[in-house]
């Protein structure tokens, strides 16, 4: 995978055969047709850009190896190997290619251009559409941004409707690590995640924020105690309650977080939170974060904080919401999403529950149940330059007019483009994660 000659859809080593005689250049652009989201948040080419195409990304070997697959895989003489010698002995390896692009963390709409590409070198006008296939896997991050962004909007509603007080940055942790596809998969879009949060347990994601988008080192994200199934059970079912002890002996101050549901949720929290170790949470000098993992969230929420509110008491806001005793707290981590996440604080609000009383941790349903498609991405040439002339190009399907593509060629300034690539050199880096929050959220 560190071969950018093979990085691409497999047709794409045909298309330099396929452009008119004497074409020169070919212009392309990204965008959202539409689909889920009002508003996006551009993330993720800075680090595409860095891992993949910067730098000395060609070579005799590697074009040797392309070329190879190629004749097996699709027929020989189909490589384009003239032109990636070219390529190599001209630039010396680099690709001449010209990228224009928002700047990480702009918020943008759909229909609105997010980046260009153009070939820099009028003999390799197919270069342009070759890193369509690497380039659109921002996708992925884009997305990921974007759906974080709406938790995040949801949360300030239920914070402004039931009066809560504490802020909305660790409502929603990442757990989804284990539920991605692969480890750069959890990375890229946990660190998208992380634009619109600050609680994650996806270590990668502030591997890769620190390398390719912090200069300056500030943590990114941050994490607490928290044990899980194996850690209680392991002490067996008799001695659920040493297991539970023994985390509040092990982390004496800050908040602490323990899964209660391995054998009955309701008898953890009534009875061994809320009787056996009551005066060992009120004495210890940080919060106790109940977490049920298990049944119909809205239900099991509103049933577990009843029942630690018997135990605990809890106070009445400004607003009339309940908020429990502020040394302890819920984090529902078990099947949340937009809208399962949306059906519990409801039944909260109606309840009259605080949004201050919870957490939310999601997994598989937060960086990695996407696709493409959530907001119809496309990569689209525009315009293309033969013998000199430059005239636009499109696509309008009598079978789909939102498939409708742009024509002709972009201004950056208008449409809000740096330049972030020139031949093999990447421009406008991003210095610090902060900035791409504050870009996210208008500060």
């Known amino acids: ?176 690590f284990r539920g991605a596809s692969s480890v750069e998969t959890a990375a890229l879009a946990g660190a998208a995640h992380l634009i619109s949060f600050k609680g994650t347990d996806t270590l990668p994601a502030i591997k890769l924020i620190n390398n390719y988008y912090n200069d300056v080192g500030d943590m990114p994200g941050f994490s607490i105690p928290a044990s899980e199934h194996s850690t209680i059970t392991s002490w067996g079912r008799d001695k659920e309650l040493e297991a539970f002890a023994n985390m509040l002996k092990q982390y004496p101050i800050g908040l602490v977080a323990c899964v209660s549901d391995s054998f009955d949720i309701f008898k953890a929290c009534e009875h061994l939170w809320g ?81 201050d009383n919870i957490a939310f941790g999601s997994g598989g349903a937060l960086l990695q149940m996407h696709n493409r498609d959530d907001a119809k991405f496309a990569f689209k040439a525009s315009a293309i330059c033969v013998n000199g002339i430059w005239r636009d190009i499109y696509k309008d399907p009598v079978t789909d007019s939102g498939k409708r593509s742009k024509r002709g060629r972009f201004s950056p300034k208008d449409k809000k483009l740096q330049l972030k690539f020139r031949n093999g050199d990447i421009y406008n880096t991003t210095q610090s994660f902060d900035i791409i929050r504050k870009r996210a959220y208008g500060a």
């Open 1 to 176: 995978m560190d071969n950018i000659l093979l990085n691409t859809d497999s047709y794409k080593m045909t298309h330099w055969k396929q452009y008119p005689p004497g074409s020169e250049y070919v212009y392309s652009y990204f965008e959202s047709r539409g689909g889920m989201f009002n508003e996006l948040i551009f993330f993720g080419l800075e680090y595409i850009i860095k891992k993949y195409l910067q730098g000395f990304v060609i070579s005799k070997n590697k074009i040797e190896e392309a070329a190879a697959l190629c004749d097996e895989h699709i027929g020989p003489g189909i490589f384009n190997i003239a032109g990636w010698n070219y390529i190599n002995d001209m630039y010396g390896g680099r690709l001449p290619l010209e990228i224009y692009a928002l700047p990480e963390g702009t918020v943008f709409n759909p229909r609105e251009v997010a980046m260009t590409v153009v070939n820099t070198d009028p003999l390799v006008p197919w270069l342009t559409n070759y890193v369509e296939s690497i380039l659109t896997h921002i996708w992925s991050p884009i997305t990921v941004a974007s759906y974080s962004r709406q938790m995040r909007e949801m949360l300030e509603n239920y914070k402004e409707v039931t009066g809560g007080e504490e802020a909305v940055d660790f409502k929603l942790h990442d757990f989804g």
């Open 275 to 355: 009787v056996e170790l009551k005066d060992k949470i009120l004495e210890r000098d940080g919060v106790l974060i109940v977490r049920p993992d298990s049944g119909d969230p809205k239900e099991i929420v509103i049933q577990v904080l009843k029942i630690l509110a018997k135990a605990f008491g809890y106070s009445i806001n400004n607003k009339g919401f309940k908020t429990l005793n502020p040394k302890i707290r819920v984090i529902q981590g078990d099947g949340v999403n937009l809208n399962t996440m949306e059906d519990i604080l409801d039944k909260m609000a109606e309840f009259k529950w605080s949004i």
